[in-house]
């Protein structure tokens, strides 16, 4: 069975400043997706950024961007000038069909 | 368009008793989902639908739990006699088809077992 680990629970963030959050997950596929979503306190999950695991190259979306480490099974989000919005759980999920989700970690973002 | 939507937000019932969760998904996707998420926790998959193949059930914690789909509509899970540890929020989600495809979630029903 697949598992996904976050061992940060709680991260803080100055504003304008970058952070990374830390993912490891254990399969024995090749192919496979990784995700990362945010969950406000809204609890509404909002997608933040995909990648697929038989591509080397790092996906980017805007201010948000992962180191995709497929042999050590490590998938890190960066998030660069952090802002207020940002304050967050943060979940890095593993898609074979179904999603297997990390524990999470709290983002805080100081003004 | 709109997003998937679940009804109700809440709900509260007695130790014993049976709930019905409904989802609606986005239209047009064909592969369908149910999360648990208890306090302070990741969500844990329960179950997904996908077009008319048989649904897999393999996270469903007991036998207590079941879902149906109508084709690729409306999709309802149901707790039978409801204890305290199934107090969480149920999370609904769909996607395009299965496999990599974004899944937008809808906003949760909270269950509350008194």
């Known amino acids: 069975a697949q598992t996904v680990t976050q061992s940060q629970p709680e991260m803080s963030v100055q504003e304008a400043e970058t952070v990374t959050l830390s993912c490891t997950y254990d399969?024995?596929?090749?192919?496979?997706?990784l995700f990362w979503y945010k969950q406000p306190p809204s609890r509404q999950m909002i997608l933040v950024i995909r990648?697929?695991?038989?591509?080397?190259q790092n996906a980017t979306e805007n201010r948000f961007s992962v180191n995709f480490q497929k042999a050590a099974k490590s998938f890190s989000l960066k998030i660069s000038d952090s802002q207020l919005g940002d304050a967050a759980m943060y979940f890095c999920a593993y898609d074979r069909n179904m999603l297997t989700f990390g524990g999470g970690t709290r983002l805080m973002v100081k003004p | 368009g709109a997003g998937v939507s679940q009804s109700p937000s809440n709900k509260v019932t007695e130790k014993g008793k049976d709930v019905e969760l409904r989802c609606d998904p986005i239209?047009?996707?064909?592969?369908l989902y149910w999360y648990r998420q208890r306090l302070g926790q990741g969500l844990e998959f329960l179950i997904y639908f996908q077009g008319n193949s048989a649904p897999d059930k393999s996270g469903l914690p007991s036998d207590r739990f079941s879902a149906e789909r109508t084709g690729e509509s409306v999709s309802t899970l149901t707790i039978q006699r409801t204890q305290q540890e199934d107090s969480a929020v149920y999370l609904c989600?769909?996607?395009?088809?299965?496999?990599?495809?974004?899944?937008?979630f809808g906003p949760g029903t909270r269950l509350t077992v008194t």
């Open positions: 239209s047009g996707h064909t592969a």
């Open positions: 989600a769909s996607s395009l088809k299965l496999g990599g495809y974004e899944q937008y």
């Open positions: 990648q697929e695991a038989y591509k080397q």
């Open positions: 399969t024995s596929e090749s192919d496979y997706y």
